[in-house]
């Protein structure tokens, strides 16, 4: 079986993404599927062999977030900032993608991507941004190909405030591309059972699953252990989203009668500003460090060193954020690392970490209090056997998508 990949992430990518597809890509190798990924490059068209064995096509086209452009405060300013927010509100999720006709132009333009098209049994198009659904969709149609639809999160997670009227266009959008394709997955069994009912298709879960170097980071972690003449912290590396930050200020409260500190690495300078506004409303900023992008080498260092990691989710049970399962959730549960994951009681990821030692779920300022003490008396270090969760490896997780894509070749 040949399969073409459009994804926007890659390895070595510093994305979620990139995780996921990494990871399943290594595994359908080794299964025998002969797989090309066609990704956004940063800038430079570019072509090789990955570390497993799978042809890359690097399309000159940027998957860095646009600079933001630093704003003086005035008229200009806040008009600009107005009327950006008024277009977001009324035009619909579907249609905001500025890149899509630049990802056509550039997979239209080499005759490697068209090569590939014409040689593969099954394109997989990865939602997340926008372009590279829509291109996959459109390799799919003109060249008489399967289509299987990969929507890492829900459309919906990246809609933000908008009228009810721009929903339905997008719902509507979404669903006529949706019903095309063979077959469509989900990152949880939640999100594709939420989704399902949204559109009136079936999906199906493919999680982004751990890896025997998850393993191995734990065994590191049992070596090393906390500290190293350090003032001991929690560790949080990424960004918070808007969803997110209440149960960051649960976790603030939590804080208040600990010696505990928390330190925060933040993907960009942007984050950290906005992350600080939070941490002054609350009189924290003796106790939180905010720290500036670093590489994944360093963050793992961070990591090793902490008393336990945190992982936090919408506080609020809804149908939509309950099903969302962070990318890098099984990678640090597979490591053994201790953390708290701080998320609405009903959700998805409780139920994962419940049943496993050394982690905690929390949705209140006790239980999080709870946690932080039992992190702190805990002696128990990562083993490297990814205990109650061995269903989510990465490599049966490849193994039940390979079984979708043979049901769609």
């Given at each position: 079986m040949?399969?073409l ?5 890659y ?13 399943l890509?290594t595994?359908l ?15 430079a068209?570019?072509?090789g ?14 998957n860095?977030?646009?600079k933001?452009r630093?704003k003086g ?13 008024a277009g977001?509100?009324f035009?619909?999720?579907f ?6 006709k630049?990802?056509?132009?550039a997979l239209?333009?080499?005759p ?21 659904l ?9 060249y008489?190909?399967?289509?299987v ?6 459309f919906q997670?990246?809609e933000?405030?908008?009228f ?16 095309k ?6 990152i949880?069994e ?10 009136g ?7 982004n699953g ?5 393993l ?9 252990g906390a500290?190293?003449?350090?003032s001991p ?10 969803h997110?930050?209440d149960?960051?200020?649960l ?5 208040r009668?600990?010696?505990l500190r928390l ?10 500003k906005g992350l600080?506004?939070v ?6 900023v ?7 992008p670093?590489?994944?080498t360093?963050?793992?260092?961070e990591?090793?060193?902490s008393h ?13 954020h309950?099903?969302?399962v ?17 998320c609405?009681p ?19 300022k ?5 946690a932080?003490?039992?992190l ?5 270090r990562g083993?490297g ?9 990465v490599?049966?997780?490849?193994e ?7 049901k769609?070749?």
């Amino acid at each position: 079986m040949k399969l073409l990949l459009i994804v926007n992430w890659y390895p070595p990518d510093q994305r979620v993404a990139a995780r996921r597809w990494g990871g399943l890509v290594t595994e359908l190798q080794r299964i025998g599927v002969d797989c090309t990924v066609v990704a956004a490059g940063d800038g430079a068209f570019w072509t090789g062999v990955g570390e497993a064995g799978e042809r890359i096509i690097r399309l000159p086209i940027s998957n860095r977030a646009p600079k933001r452009r630093n704003k003086g405060g005035g008229l200009r300013d806040l008009l600009r900032t107005i009327i950006k927010n008024a277009g977001r509100f009324f035009v619909p999720l579907f249609f905001r993608g500025r890149n899509i006709k630049i990802w056509r132009d550039a997979l239209t333009s080499h005759p490697e991507v068209t090569q590939a098209a014409e040689e593969c049994d099954i394109v997989v198009a990865s939602y997340g941004p926008m372009a590279p659904l829509l291109c996959g969709d459109y390799i799919a149609s003109n060249y008489n190909k399967p289509l299987v639809i990969d929507v890492r999160d829900s459309f919906q997670a990246k809609e933000g405030a908008a009228f009810f009227l721009s929903r339905r266009v997008s719902r509507f959008m979404e669903r006529k591309v949706l019903v095309k394709s063979c077959a469509r997955i989900t990152i949880g069994e939640k999100l594709a059972h939420y989704m399902a009912k949204q559109y009136g298709l079936s999906f199906h879960a493919i999680y982004n699953g751990w890896s025997d170097e998850d393993l191995v980071l734990g065994l590191e972690y049992q070596r090393e252990g906390a500290d190293k003449g350090e003032s001991p912290y929690l560790y949080y590396a990424g960004t918070i989203y808007q969803h997110q930050l209440d149960a960051l200020v649960l976790v603030l409260k939590a804080l208040r009668q600990n010696e505990l500190r928390l330190r925060i690495r933040v993907l960009s300078d942007n984050t950290a500003k906005g992350l600080l506004t939070v941490v002054k409303e609350h009189e924290m900023v003796d106790r939180v460090d905010l720290l500036p992008p670093v590489s994944s080498t360093e963050v793992t260092e961070e990591m090793l060193r902490s008393h336990g990691v945190l992982v936090v989710e919408n506080l609020a049970s809804s149908e939509l954020h309950d099903g969302t399962v962070t990318g890098k959730l099984f990678g640090l549960l597979a490591s053994g690392v201790p953390g708290i994951a701080v998320c609405s009681p009903t959700s998805e990821i409780r139920e994962i970490i419940d049943v496993v030692e050394g982690w905690y779920g929390v949705s209140t300022k006790e239980e999080c209090r709870n946690a932080i003490r039992a992190l702190q008396t805990n002696e128990k270090r990562g083993d490297g056997k990814a205990e109650g969760i061995a269903d989510y490896c990465v490599s049966m997780q490849a193994e039940h998508l390979y079984a979708l894509l043979q049901k769609c070749n």
